[in-house]
Each structure stands twice: as C-alpha cells, then as structure tokens.
C-alpha cells in the first residue's frame, strides 16, 4: 500500500474543512484563507498539491441519487477466491457501480449499484449472475439513512461522538426535475471542479461554450439551492484516506431488533469513526440489518471503535469486513447515456 502522504499544518486544516464543505463563493478560497488565517494563494496551493499528491480525489457534488429520481442498492457476491480478480472486473465494467471492494467475508466482492429504476437494477444483477454463473447474490437497498458524512480526523479536534444527523428514508424522498441547463450544471458539479480562483465562473464558461444561456451568478445560485435543500448532500472534497494515514476501514453488520433500530442506528450514527450507518433487509443467508463503515489508521483502532459501539448499543458483537482491495471508486455519472 502506498505510504501516506506528509501534510503541512495547513494542509490538515484545509482538508478538515473541504472534506465536510466546499466554500460556494465566487472565490472560495479567499474565504477558505479568511476562515484559516491564510492566503487565498497558499491556499490554493495546498489544494493543487495535495490533488497531485492523490490525497484529494475529486472537489465537486455529491448528489443524493433518489432525490435525482435514481435508486441504489448495496450488493454482495459470494466469488470463489480464485476468481474474484475477474469477477470483480466484470462488476466494475458497469457505469452503475460506483465502488468495489474485496472484503474479508464469504461474501467477498460488495459493491454498490445506482440506477434510474428499480427494474434496471435487478436487470444489471440477472445480467452478472448469468455472465459470472454465480447466483449468491444479496441486495440490501437501504431501508433508513442515519449517516453519511466523511470526515476524517486530520487535526486531532473532534470529539469521538457528535450528534446524530436526521433519519433518512429513502423509498420515500420525493425527486426533483432537473430541466436541460440544470443537467448539464449536475454533469459539470458531479466531476471535479476546476482548481482556479473562480472555479465557477469557469463552469459556466464551458456551459455558456457549450450553448446554455448562464452566468456565474446562476451557478452559484443553482449549486447553493441544491445543498440547502439536500439536492446536493455535500459538496466537498472526495479524499483518499489511506493516503492521509487513516489506512484500515471495515464494514461492521450488525443484527438488531426491529423494535430497537431506529434508536441503535443513531447512536451508531454518533460516532465520528462512521462515516456510513445504514438499516438494510436481512436475507436467509444474512441476517445482519444494521450497517457501520468505521475507519481507523490500524485494524485495532476498528475494532476498538466497533467495542466501544458495542458497549453503547448493548448489541452483540458485529462482524467486521475489512477491506482487502478497492476494485473501483468512482462518482455516479448522472443524466448521462445508456442508463
């Protein structure tokens, strides 16, 4: 595994505040060098560096696919271990599957799935267990949302619990319609923004190149309406945090009583190591209905924060799915053909 990266103080701190939100200002890193006691050019900087250095991933939209109309799913196949390189590689081959992963359990390669239907998912599933001939597959859509929110622990300030953030439903988020210049905005947001002064002034140069009737001002606008209103859940940086030192992550499952979900998940939800915290439907071959994404930089900080999770649920202990291998990590392409 590549080593992590040596960040300067302000690099931390830059990328503790970008992680969870991205200035939606004309120039945002002047705000970012006001907010930190910096320049707008050091800052900048920083962000062009650590983009070179492959810390940060992506700066752009991270858009909340129901409320696109889209539908998404959790998956999971049980590959035999000398075929899980090629079967991987077919999963990944789908525009739809955003991340991939090996990861230490029976069933083996997860990955997650985004498509305008419902009916599209279960055509791409029939599609890969006939292609792969293996027909142990789960599908676990989410039932209730009690996180998502990647922060990493760069600076040593958080608190290990904050408070939970509201339940989310999925099935029953209402989407929105986008109209032509509104999906051509959510095409150029959802990549990476351009690392200038004004990068969006830049976005509607090439939409306004591109034959649509904007300005700056309408894509600052449009951007800020979307986040204020959960079109957008965060707009931030993507980061790769095996590169930041935070090298060992697991998805923990749990089994919890119906009665008593709602209340474990938001105390699950309040720990700053899950970065996801999710209610799925069992399955006959898996019984686990709660799901936690913790991070750590050592297998023994996981396991610590999947104790300490334990001792404040009162559940049985979870099992714990280490990731061995990231197949693919990748931003859903909306509004784009051949979905």
């Known amino acids: ?83 899980v390189e090629d079967v991987a590689a077919l999963i990944g081959e789908y525009h739809n599957v955003t991340h991939n992963y090996e990861r230490e359990d029976h069933y083996n390669v997860w990955f997650t799935l985004i498509a305008p239907s419902e009916g599209r998912i279960e055509v791409i599933l029939d599609e890969i267990a006939e292609k792969t001939g293996i027909d142990d597959i789960l599908d676990l859509p989410a039932i209730r949302l009690f996180k998502i929110k990647v922060d990493f622990d760069l600076t040593g300030e958080q608190e290990q619990r904050t408070e939970a953030p509201p339940i989310i439903k999925p099935a029953e988020i209402e989407p929105v319609h986008f109209n032509r210049e509104e999906k051509a905005l959510a095409r150029l947001l959802q990549a990476d923004l351009p690392l200038v002064e004004r990068p969006f002034a830049e976005v509607a140069r090439i939409l306004l190149e591109c034959g649509y009737d904007v300005d700056e001002q309408w894509v600052l606008e449009r951007t800020a309406a979307w986040v204020d209103s959960r079109v957008i859940r965060r707009f931030g940086a993507a ?56 991070h750590g930089r050592t297998r023994e900080e996981v396991g610590a924060v999947a104790e300490s999770i334990r001792g404040a649920t009162g559940l049985e202990a979870p099992r714990l799915l280490y990731s061995v291998r990231e197949f693919k990590k990748a931003s859903m392409k909306y509004f784009a053909e051949g979905d």
């Open 1 to 83: 595994m590549t080593p992590p990266v040596e960040l300067t103080e302000l690099d931390r701190r830059v990328i503790s505040t970008i992680q969870a939100a991205f200035p939606i200002k004309a120039r945002p890193y002047a705000v970012l060098a006001e907010e930190l006691g910096s320049t707008e050019v050091d800052v900048l900087t920083s962000v062009r560096r650590m983009k070179a250095d492959g810390i940060i991933r992506r700066i752009g939209a991270m858009f909340d696919s129901h409320r696109l109309g889209y539908r998404s799913t959790l998956c999971a196949i049980a590959v035999p271990e000398e075929r």
């Open 239 to 294: 980061i790769r945090h095996h590169r930041t030192g935070f090298s060992a992550n697991a998805m923990g499952v749990w089994s919890c009583l119906e009665e008593r979900v709602e209340e474990v998940g938001q105390i699950m939800a309040s720990f700053n190591e899950v970065s996801h915290c999710y209610e799925r439907p069992t399955a006959p071959t898996w019984p686990a209905n709660l799901y936690t994404m913790i």
